[in-house]
């Protein structure tokens, strides 16, 4: 197929739905729960409402929405850390737009631009490295955030800005892995997954071998997977066509993408540029092994948290706040006390409310509201 029409016609829709409908019939004659399958990626989450795909799949498949947005797994300290360094005196920070609005345990960076601390929402790091050339009497700090999808980008930056010899750059790396996030998924007692649709643009850059434990420790089929309508219901299909044969493999839908090597360029860059953490933090699913980087002692004038006095503080999310369990899927969003009610878009209490990958935003924005629990405050939409 060459147009992105040819993604979404309705007819190769209707019979990939049946031929989902007639594998979920093999599969489900001696199961008391449904197939559970995650997608992992919150562009998928988003697609997955935007075309009205859960409602269209039979009951006996569950799809469970993971933790592939970076800014939705964000711990509410490493915001702290932002607004201090956006606050520091002559200091320019710049962001990515889905970060502003995200809660601190005082204030977002959106509130800190308010309270007159310079705060610039920018479209790469590159043009983080443009504010430093512009205004080199000041510190202009980057907030390097994503996950293998972005860091390529922040890696060249970092190369760019030791080849000119800017010097009045730097990074504040948050950039986090998505392997060791599957395996702690896996690890959890509190799901029982059959299955996952990988995410295609941090496999763009990985390739299809990272994935392979999955499989074979595992024994749980993936299906890297594009973002429109069909690819989606084909990664779903094959992911229950291995369940039906009693196969656990990692295949790639989004071949005409995703290469089984990944981007050797971008791999370098950041494989140069970055080293693995011993460990992160992430919203809702505590600390994890070597799921985000750091900058490299080589490059350690750029890394803001060796430049500046970082508070690192440690935060815990707001009790009415589920997003720790919506990101492993154990709920949906709503379940959560506050959906739809304290938090909304406009007033968000969670990152998941914030971020345009994230799953309560998607709920939201798409209408999902029909099952949010009864209380004083009526659930509605803005029209």
């Not at 990692?250 to 370098?268: C, H, K, M, S």
Request: aromatic share 8%; charged share 25%.
């Amino acid at each position: 197929m060459k147009y992105v029409d040819e993604f979404r016609d309705p007819d190769k829709a209707r019979t990939l739905l049946r031929e989902i409908e007639t594998l979920v019939a093999r599969i489900g004659t001696c199961r008391t729960r449904p197939l559970q399958v995650m997608e992992v990626c919150g562009g998928h989450t988003h697609a997955i409402f935007k075309y009205g795909l859960e409602g269209l799949l039979p009951d006996a498949v569950e799809l469970v929405h993971g933790p592939g947005c970076p800014v939705c797994v964000l711990p509410m300290g490493r915001v702290d850390d932002c607004v201090a360094l956006a606050e520091m005196p002559g200091a320019i920070f710049a962001t990515f737009g889905d970060a502003m609005r995200v809660p601190g345990s005082k204030k977002s960076l959106m509130q800190a631009k308010a309270d007159g601390a310079d705060v610039r929402m920018v479209y790469s790091p590159l043009d983080a490295l443009t504010l430093a050339r512009a205004n080199p009497d000041r510190e202009v700090i980057f907030f390097g955030l994503g996950f293998e999808t972005t860091m390529p980008s922040t890696a060249l930056t970092v190369l760019q800005a030791e080849a000119e010899g800017v010097t009045n750059f730097s990074l504040f790396c948050n950039h986090i892995t998505i392997i060791p996030t599957i395996k702690a998924i896996l690890d959890s007692p509190d799901l029982q997954l059959d299955g996952f649709i990988g995410p295609g643009h941090v496999s763009m850059i990985i390739g299809t071998r990272p994935y392979d434990f999955i499989a074979a420790r595992y024994r749980r089929p993936l299906v890297i997977s594009g973002f429109e309508p069909l690819d989606i219901l084909q990664a779903l299909w094959m992911v229950l066509a291995q369940i039906v044969e009693g196969r656990a493999e990692i295949e790639n839908q989004y071949a005409r993408v995703v290469p089984d090597g990944g981007n050797r360029r971008a791999l370098e860059a950041v494989a140069r540029v970055f080293e693995l953490r011993p460990f992160f933090e992430w919203r809702g699913l505590g600390s994890i092994d070597q799921s985000g980087v750091r900058i490299r002692e080589a490059y350690a004038r750029f890394d803001a948290e060796r430049k500046f006095a970082v508070p690192d503080a440690r935060i815990a999310d707001p009790k009415s706040c589920q997003c720790g369990e919506v990101l492993k899927g154990v709920i949906k969003p709503w379940d959560c006390k506050v959906f739809g009610r304290a938090c909304t878009p406009e007033t968000p209490l969670g990152a998941l409310m914030v971020s345009s990958e994230g799953a309560c935003a998607a709920y939201y924005q798409y209408g999902r509201l029909e099952r949010a629990p009864a209380g004083p405050d009526p659930v509605s939409r803005p029209t």
